[in-house]
C-alpha cells in the first residue's frame, strides 16, 4: 500500500507540475501575441505622429486651405494638394473600373467554367503578374501602351464618346498618350492579378456540396455565382477589392512614368496629371525649405487619411452586410 501510495502521489505531483508548466506557456504564449498587437499599434501611432509633426509647418502656413487648392509653385512657395488629391482618386477610380469586373470574370472562369488542364497554367500566369516589378509596368507604360493610347485609344475616345453631350468633356483635348486615363489603366492591369487571386481562392472555399445542390435544383451558372457564391465569399471578396484599391491609392513609380506629373485639374481625363505618390516622389529629393518640404509630407499624410477612410468605409459597409444576412 505504502508503494502504491507513493507511486499516486509522484502521479499527482508529476500531473501538478505539467500543468502549471502548461499555464506558464500559455501565459507567456499570450503575454507574447499581446505585445506583437500593441507593436503594430505603437508603429501605426509612430507613423502618424511623425506625418502630422512633418506636417505641421505646411498646415500652419496655408491651413486647411492646403487641401482646397490647386496651384503648386515651389518658387513662391504656394502649395496646395488638391491637384494631387484629384489624380488619386480619379485613378483608382478608373483602376477599380477595369480592375473588379475583368478579375470577376478570371475567377469566376477559372472556379467554374474553366477545363482542368487550363486551371493551373492560367492561375501560375495570374500569380507571375503579380510578381512583376511595378517599375517594369512603367517602363511598359511609357514605351508601348501609352504610343498606342496616342495614335489608336484616345483618337477613338475623342471622335466618338467625345462628342457626346455631357460626357464629352471628359474625353476631350489633344491625344498625348500619357495621362490621367493612361495611368488609371495601367493601374488597372497591376491591381487585376491581386484581386483576381484572392477571389479565386475564396470561390474555392465553397463547399462542392453548396454547388451542386444549387445546380441540381436547375439554378444556372450564374445564378450559382450570384446567389451561392458571391454571398458566401462577400468577405474575401471585399477583402481583395481593399487589398487591389490599397494597391492602387499608394502606386508610384508606374504611375509616375505615364501620368505627365503636371499639377493642374483638367475636366478630361486624358490630360496630364499627378497623384499625392507621384508628387512625392519626384519632388522630395530637391524639396528646398521647410514649408516645400512640409508640403510634401502634408501630401503623404492625406494619403494616409484617405485610405483610412477608405479601409473604414469598407469595414462598416461589410459589417452591414453581415448584419443584413443575420450572420
Not at 64 to 89: D, H, K
Not at 126 to 140: H, R
Not at 258 to 279: C, E, K
Request: aromatic share 10%; net charge neutral.
Amino acid at each position: 500500500m505504502t508503494e502504491i501510495a507513493r507511486t499516486l502521489t509522484d502521479a499527482h505531483a508529476s500531473t501538478a507540475r505539467r500543468a502549471r508548466r502548461q499555464r506558464l506557456q500559455d501565459a507567456a504564449f499570450r503575454n507574447a501575441t499581446l505585445a506583437f498587437a500593441l507593436l503594430v499599434l505603437l508603429i501605426l501611432g509612430g507613423v502618424t505622429v511623425s506625418l502630422i509633426d512633418g506636417a505641421l509647418p505646411a498646415l500652419r502656413a496655408f491651413g486647411f486651405g492646403f487641401v482646397g487648392t490647386e496651384v503648386w509653385n515651389p518658387v513662391s512657395e504656394q502649395f496646395g494638394a488638391l491637384a494631387p488629391i484629384y489624380g488619386t482618386l480619379v485613378t483608382s477610380v478608373i483602376a477599380m473600373a477595369v480592375g473588379i469586373p475583368v478579375s470577376f470574370g478570371i475567377a469566376l472562369f477559372i472556379t467554374e467554367m474553366c477545363p482542368a488542364w487550363l486551371k493551373r497554367p492560367l492561375g501560375v500566369a495570374i500569380e507571375l503578374l503579380a510578381g512583376i516589378p511595378s517599375i517594369i509596368y512603367g517602363i511598359w507604360g511609357l514605351f508601348v501602351f501609352a504610343p498606342f493610347m496616342q495614335s489608336t485609344i484616345q483618337p477613338f475616345l475623342i471622335n466618338t464618346l467625345g462628342q457626346i453631350p455631357g460626357i464629352g468633356n471628359l474625353f476631350m483635348g489633344p491625344p498625348y498618350g500619357i495621362g490621367i486615363l493612361t495611368a488609371g489603366l495601367i493601374l488597372g492591369i497591376m491591381v487585376l492579378p491581386f484581386i483576381t487571386s484572392i477571389t479565386r481562392d475564396v470561390f474555392e472555399t465553397v463547399p462542392p456540396m453548396v454547388r451542386e445542390s444549387a445546380y441540381g435544383l436547375g439554378a444556372t451558372t450564374w445564378e450559382v455565382v450570384w446567389n451561392v457564391v458571391l454571398p458566401y465569399t462577400r468577405t474575401g471578396v471585399v477583402g481583395g477589392v481593399m487589398l487591389g484599391l490599397g494597391r492602387a491609392l499608394g502606386e508610384t513609380m508606374a504611375v509616375t512614368f505615364v501620368i505627365g506629373n503636371a499639377h493642374r485639374i483638367s475636366s478630361s481625363i486624358m490630360a496630364p496629371g499627378t497623384t499625392i505618390s507621384a508628387s512625392i516622389a519626384n519632388e522630395f529629393t530637391e524639396a528646398v525649405g521647410d514649408v516645400y518640404t512640409s508640403s510634401l509630407v502634408a501630401l503623404g499624410l492625406i494619403l494616409f487619411l484617405i485610405t483610412f477612410a477608405v479601409l473604414s468605409i469598407a469595414k462598416l459597409m461589410l459589417l452591414r452586410l453581415q448584419r443584413k444576412a443575420g450572420v
